[in-house]
T-cell receptor, first 111, second 115 residues
């Protein structure tokens, strides 16, 4: 069964304190792993797509990496504006329209 | 471009009532989706459409219906509302030409409470 598990559920950091969020997945024929950011009361906003193990993508203070079983979202020297829920999703090979989302990691960065 | 627009933003229903959540996109996207998000849970796919006249079930379709008469609109119908349908509903769309990028464009959500 295709599934996505994210950890931790919540993470509190001080401004400038780097850390990583984890997304482990089980999927038939991965065609893409996606990271989204969701602010309170808003819809998710796309960040990255990773296609194969070893791939990395960067955007400002965020870097996403992918292995055959999990992905990490590394946050370097975070700022309060990075506070949000970060969602991971996978696109299965059987039907790319049926994305599976994890339950998210709620990040709180204190000044 | 307004992107993906959902209405209403908030609604309270009584058990057994019916309603339609509206979704419109102005990006000429072929693919459209309806998700629900419960507290502490991931987004669950209800229905999706790959183009006008074509719809298919997602992970949690029971109690819902959809139609896609135009490229722009993808309404979600709730028949005989139940408390289990209390949730936040998100509509999303995607470029066909986007290939496998997985970039979904989401609306702001519709918060539904069934009492």
């Amino acid at each position: 069964e295709d599934q996505v598990t994210q950890s931790p559920e919540a993470l509190r950091l001080q401004e400038g304190e780097s850390s990583s969020l984890n997304c482990s997945y089980t999927v038939s024929g991965l065609r893409g792993l996606f990271w989204y950011r969701q602010d309170p009361g808003k819809g998710p906003e796309f960040l990255f797509t990773l296609y194969s193990a070893g791939e990395e993508k960067e955007k400002e203070r965020l870097k996403a990496t992918l292995t055959k079983k999990e992905s990490f979202l590394h946050i370097t020297a975070p700022k309060p504006e990075d506070s949000a829920t970060y969602l991971c999703a996978v696109g299965p090979g059987g039907n790319f329209n049926k994305f599976y989302f994890g339950s998210g990691t709620k990040l709180n960065v204190k000044p | 471009n307004a992107g993906v627009t959902q209405t209403p933003k908030f609604r309270i229903l009584k058990i057994g009532q019916s309603m339609t959540l509206q979704c419109t996109q102005d990006m000429n996207h072929n693919y459209m989706y309806w998700y629900r998000q419960d507290p502490g849970m991931g987004l669950k796919l209800i229905y999706y459409s790959v183009g006008a006249g074509i719809t298919d079930k997602g992970e949690v379709p029971n109690g819902y219906n959809v139609s896609r008469s135009t490229t722009e609109d993808f309404p979600l119908r709730l028949e005989l509302a139940a408390p289990s349908q209390t949730s936040v509903y998100f509509c999303a769309s995607r470029h066909r030409q986007g290939g496998n990028t997985g970039e979904l464009f989401f609306g702001e959500g519709s918060r539904l409470t069934v009492l």
